[in-house]
Nanobody
Framework: DVQLQASGGGLVQAGGSLRLSCTASGFTFDENDTGWFRQAPGKEREGVSWVRKSDSNTYYADSVKGRFTISSDNAKNTVYLQMNSLKPEDTAVYYC????????????????WGRGTLVTVSS
């Protein structure tokens, strides 16, 4: 049974930090492209950060570069998203995703999704 279990969301003041975790069962993350999306109220879901299996490089949306860091612990089959210097515009439901597919270089969907975790950043 394939599952993604995400956790770590919450309420934080602007400038604060949160770390999201996503643990997989039924597969290992290094089998395919893995990362995080988010969906803010009234907006479309967007890719935030991802790791490409093809080159093991990490990628970030321009809006989070320099503030967010994606990492993984293969022994725990867990992917993390460290979010620093949070801004109110980072408020969204965050989803971990596996087997991401792309339109060009832009992540647009995934084969597997974790249940979202809400991040709220107050000003």
């Amino acid at each position: 049974d394939v599952q993604l279990q995400a956790s770590g969301g919450g309420l934080v003041q602007a400038g604060g930090s949160l770390r999201l975790s996503c643990t997989a069962s039924g597969f290992t993350f290094d089998e395919n492209d893995t990362g995080w999306f988010r969906q803010a109220p009234g907006k479309e879901r967007e890719g935030v950060s991802w790791v490409r299996k093809s080159d093991s490089n990490t990628y970030y949306a321009d809006s989070v570069k320099g503030r967010f860091t994606i990492s993984s612990d293969n022994a725990k089959n867990t992917v993390y998203l460290q979010m620093n210097s949070l801004k109110p515009e980072d408020t969204a439901v965050y989803y971990c995703a596996h087997d991401i597919y792309f339109l060009g270089a832009t992540p647009v969907g995934a084969g597997y999704w974790g249940r979202g975790t809400l991040v709220t950043v107050s000003s």
